[in-house]
């Protein structure tokens, strides 16, 4: 256990569906993130939040909306994706410049 | 920009072998380093972080260098073991913990 939890593990969703992923941490720390990681390319920056604020945004399409309402939650909110967009979302948290801890992710498919 | 690269892409050894794990980036400026460890389908585990003023860190089995002058990290595993088998995962961060840019990972499959 890494002290940040995603949920849920695995989700199928529809090109037209809305869904929610989410992000809890219990490390005390001020900063969180989401990465995006598709089959045989690097981890991608996706999304920073530093005191609740976003600090960053890294050419996500609106299609994905990302959602911080205190220092230990956030989510990503999915709408109308394209089955290019499944792929592992991990969520990330840290408190400064120490070192950052990562969640088990999310699997998501889209069909 | 800042790009991180990992070599080899693909590596395996028989058990009880000692292997090394070469990391590069490109803008020497940087604050930290990290190494993950990841499972199939699974999320990052920390392995080491070194700081931008040291040059090594350890960890039982694991060694990692850094030398920020040349872009380069290396990760040392000892006398590895068939449970070592894993993704692993070089990072680097400009100015923020978690804002991370990533290698491609080199995967690892030590035979029993």
């Known amino acids: 256990e890494t002290g940040v939890t995603q949920t849920p593990r695995h989700l199928v969703m529809g090109m037209t569906n809305k869904k929610s992923l989410k992000c809890e941490q219990h490390?005390?720390?001020?900063?969180m993130y989401w990465y995006k990681q598709s089959a045989k390319k690097p981890l991608e920056l996706m999304f920073v939040y530093s005191l609740e604020e976003r600090v960053e945004n890294n050419s996500v399409p609106s299609r994905f909306s990302p959602e911080c309402p205190n220092s230990s939650h956030l989510f990503l909110h999915l709408h109308t994706l394209q089955p290019e967009d499944s792929a592992l979302y991990l969520c990330a948290s840290s408190r400064g410049l120490t070192q950052a801890f990562f969640g088990q992710g999310t699997r998501l498919t889209v069909v | 920009k800042q790009e991180v690269t990992q070599i080899p892409a693909a590596l395996s050894v028989p058990e009880g072998e000692n292997l090394v794990l070469n990391c590069s980036f490109t803008?020497?400026?940087?604050?930290?380093l990290q190494w993950f460890r990841q499972d199939p389908g699974k999320g990052l585990t920390s392995l080491l972080l070194i700081q931008s003023s040291q040059r090594e860190q350890t960890s039982g089995r694991l060694n990692a260098s850094l030398d920020k002058s040349s872009g380069r990290s290396t990760l040392y595993i000892a006398a590895s073991q068939p449970g070592d088998s894993a993704t692993y995962l070089c990072a680097v961060s400009n100015n923020q913990g978690g804002k991370l840019i990533f290698g491609q990972g080199t995967e690892l499959s030590v035979k029993p």
């Open positions: 803008d020497s400026a940087i604050y930290n």
């Open positions: 490390l005390g720390h001020n900063a």
